[in-house]
């Protein structure tokens, strides 16, 4: 295997997937334990407004916030390695993502 | 909007878990089984439904995605490109979304579950396999290591257009529907852009999350997105995939990909009932 000095490094490339997974595992795990612990309760018979509804919009919310961390830290990442097209392109991917929750807000309802 | 009862959690978990693994055994996610389920079988609106699935798409996202980061199977630069279009198409869709009668997106659907099924039947023997480790990946090509062959595979990228294409369409179609839109993606990526099959899906697979989230906040915006409902569909999916990656090696999966096309002509059918009437 002959290494390639003009494209991204063995070494970077191996950051970049270790940074991401940590954050997509870590998004899981809060989102399941959010979401696992509200349902049990709110099926023991608590109702929308109290520690069961809350810890469920805490997990959807993280469950949503999950893959857009994952864009963030791979922006972050580009930046650290001087990629301005890579950065770009994640950029534009955050901010379709940011449109969505603009047009989600222009609704009117909480998010 | 459905009355959350212990009953209906315990419906939606079982659908869940079944939709997972089915997912996980034929390389598709659940949603093409899950969306039929909630609406035609439970009755939900086809936009609550949707909702419900995209909530399932993200967490499967995300985890299969946890799992597979250091093999370099993921291609992340490929990935995080076509991102711009499934994104871009997931944001239009969802805005669609809220604009189409349930009738058109039934029949929407109704084409989509028969297109999934043909697909399948198409792929139930191919393999593709590159195994040429001297050539130049370029900037969005990749290379990684197959534990099958135990050889390094290398792959450049081409026709980034029609990559391109797909994807937004993909994208768009998700939101819009309640799907992954890998079934899209993953062989267009595979038989016209160069990209091995393993690779294609795990980057696929990456890239599902953005996508669903772009059309998830949209409605979660509208309140279609009943979060008890939507836990019980993620953690039932979560054990459903779980299983059926763990236990699925050994199952017949020519066969049951057969089956399954049958079932998607099945739902295609009475998805189309239901959108004429």
Redesign the interface.
């Known amino acids: 295997?002959?290494p390639?000095p003009h494209?991204?490094s063995e070494r970077e490339?191996?950051r970049?997937?270790?940074t991401?997974?940590l954050v997509?595992?870590a998004?899981?795990m809060l989102?399941?334990a959010c979401?696992?612990l509200?349902?049990v309760l709110?099926?023991s018979g608590a109702a929308a407004v109290s520690p069961a509804?809350l810890l469920?919009?805490i997990?959807?919310l993280a469950?949503?916030a999950?893959?857009?961390a994952?864009?963030v830290v791979?922006t972050a990442e580009y930046i650290s390695e001087r990629d301005w097209r890579?950065t770009t392109?994640?950029l534009?991917?955050l901010v379709?993502?940011l449109?969505?929750?603009v047009?989600?807000?222009?609704?009117g309802?909480k998010? | 909007m459905p009355a959350?009862t212990?009953s209906l959690?315990l419906i939606i978990f079982l659908a869940g878990t079944i939709a997972g693994s089915l997912g996980a055994l034929l390389g598709l996610g659940g949603g093409v089984f899950l969306v039929p389920f909630l609406n035609l079988g439970l009755g939900f609106p086809f936009t609550v439904a949707a909702a419900i699935s995209l909530?399932t798409v993200?967490?499967t996202?995300?985890?299969v995605?946890?799992s597979r980061?250091?093999k370099?199977l993921?291609n992340?630069?490929l990935g995080?490109?076509l991102?711009?279009a499934t994104?871009?198409g997931?944001?239009l869709g969802?805005?669609t979304a809220q604009l189409i009668a349930q009738a058109t997106l039934q029949k929407l659907f109704g084409v989509l579950s028969a297109l999934v099924g043909i697909i399948m039947l198409s792929r139930v023997r191919r393999r593709n396999v590159i195994l040429d480790?001297?050539i130049?990946?370029?900037?969005l090509g990749g290379?990684y290591h197959e534990d099958e062959s135990g050889g390094?595979v290398t792959y450049r990228v081409k026709r980034l257009p029609v990559a391109i294409a797909a994807s937004f369409f993909a994208g768009n179609v998700s939101s819009l529907l309640g799907i992954g839109g890998g079934f899209i993606k993953v062989p267009v990526l595979n038989a016209w852009c160069g990209i091995p099959m393993r690779a294609a899906a795990a980057t696929s697979a990456f890239m599902i999350?953005?996508t669903?989230?772009?059309?998830?906040?949209?409605y979660?915006?509208?309140?279609q997105?009943v979060?008890?409902l939507?836990?019980?569909a993620?953690?039932g999916v979560?054990l459903g995939s779980w299983g059926g990656m763990r236990f699925g090696a050994a199952a017949p999966v020519k066969w049951l990909k057969v089956l399954m096309a049958v079932v998607l002509f099945i739902i295609s059918a009475m998805m189309f009932a239901r959108g004429m009437r």
């Open positions: 295997m002959s390639s494209h991204t490339l191996f970049l997937e270790a991401v997974g997509l595992r998004g899981v989102s399941s979401l696992a509200g349902l709110s099926l509804g469920l919009q997990g959807i469950l949503l999950t893959p857009i994952r864009v791979s890579f392109l994640t534009i991917v379709e993502l449109a969505s929750v047009a989600a807000l222009m609704f309802r998010l | 959350v212990a959690v909530t993200i967490a996202s995300s985890t995605s946890a980061t250091g370099h993921i992340m630069k995080m490109l991102e711009v994104a871009g997931s944001l969802g805005l480790p001297n130049d990946p370029g900037v290379r390094v999350g953005v669903a989230t772009a059309g998830a906040i949209i979660y915006g509208h309140g997105l979060p008890a939507a836990a019980t993620v953690l979560q």
